[in-house]
């Protein structure tokens, strides 16, 4: 028996994304977003409320950063997620993150959060409120690489939303192969 739970904004597995911005005077600020997704081969999308001081950022400059949120920074990543920077200017300073200017956008980089895409704006549509972005480059710190210079999620240690129960997870252990796997069914 199938129980059914309604409309609901749940489903699995859920990102936890971290978008950072500049602010008018110059300041970064950020926000925690779980509505997004890859939605091309070179583009992300993500719903971003228009009230949120971070679309009035990127409106303006047209670049924002996404790093993954890590397990050993799930208490800075909440924070941004729960407080606004238009309600409290020292919401930046209270997370303890490094901003660096990114060389491919108008926007931070956060030392903290060792991966990011780099992404310019290319739409925002008011009434849905997805944004989309072009990603022009993903970067990682090299501690987070493998012995082939890939990005490691192991070291990385991304941690996921679960909708249900307002939680955040980590990663489980590997399962199998994409576009392998299957082949045995062919
Ligand atoms: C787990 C989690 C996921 C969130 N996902 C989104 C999202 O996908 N889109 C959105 O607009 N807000 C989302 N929020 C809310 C914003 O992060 C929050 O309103 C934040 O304070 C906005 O900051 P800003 O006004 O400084 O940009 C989420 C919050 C949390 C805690």
Known sequence: MRKNFGAKPQMYPMPVLIIATYNADGTPNAMNAAWGCMADADKICIFVAAAHKTMENILARKGFTVSMATKEQLIPADYVGIVSGNDDPEKW?????????????????IRELPMALECEMLSYDEESEMLMG???NVSAEENILDENGKI???KLDPISYDPVHHAYLTLGEKAGNAFSDGKKLK
């Open 93 to 109: 300073v209270k997370t303890g993150w490094n901003a660096e200017k990114s060389t491919f956008v108008d926007a931070p980089l």
């Open 134 to 136: 072009r990603i022009l």
């Open 152 to 154: 490691d999620v192991r």
